[in-house]
């Protein structure tokens, strides 16, 4: 096991999940990647980006509109393949991010130990929080703030939408503009969630 100082050191792996692992996961994971690389260049190396799905078939490639989306915005995802969310995989991670709650109680379910939450819960956390100023102290310790937070919030029942608002919609059999709102829709709640951890 790693001593306690290599672990805060080490950067904060995040794994994005969805059904199939061919749209909406690989989507957000590159669109983190990409925002972390050009909106916090310094800080962009502390996190570590990935995706699986729940149901994926290992090997799959993303959608043709996924890549044309993605594509749009200078994203190059066709290189990605699909991958089952294992709980090897799931393990390996710091934090899971489900585009739907029935997959996070899937996780939840399968014994998964890793801290998972629905990403736009998380990061409407992250931007509550971010009205209060930026958290001190070190990603991970964010990471663990914020995970603290949006479960508060869950517990009290403080959530502006109704729970299937915070859902991600699955664009698969959409046109290209279709993906490309989902996209827009996962880049609002990554940018957020990236001010509350690489501020």
Avoid at 68 to 86: K, P, W, Y
Avoid at 101 to 124: N, Y
Wanted: charged content about 25%; hydrophobic content about 40%; some cysteine.
């Amino acid at each position: 096991m790693r001593a306690q100082g290599e672990r805060d050191r080490a950067p904060v792996r995040i794994l994005f999940v969805c059904f199939g692992n061919i749209c909406r996961s690989p989507m957000a994971e590159g669109l983190a990647r990409d925002l972390a690389t050009r909106r916090h260049p310094d800080d962009a190396s502390l996190l570590r980006f990935s995706s699986a799905g729940v149901g994926a078939q290992n090997g799959n490639p993303p959608t043709e509109e996924a890549v044309l989306a993605m594509a749009e915005r200078g994203i190059d995802i066709a290189s990605h393949r699909a991958r089952r969310a294992t709980p090897d995989v799931v393990g390996a991670c710091d934090l899971v991010l489900t585009m739907e709650e029935r997959q996070r109680l899937w996780l939840l379910e399968s014994g998964a130990e890793t801290p998972a939450f629905v990403l736009l819960k998380l990061s409407e956390a992250a931007a509550d929080g971010l009205k209060e100023g930026t958290a001190p102290g070190t990603v991970r310790e964010r990471v663990g703030r914020l995970g603290l937070l949006t479960a508060e919030i869950d517990r009290e029942g403080l959530w502006t939408m109704p729970d299937h608002e915070y859902e991600v919609p699955d664009p698969i059999g959409l046109s290209v503009d279709g993906y490309l709102t989902v996209a827009a829709r996962l880049e609002a709640s990554l940018t957020d969630l990236l001010r509350a951890l690489l501020p």
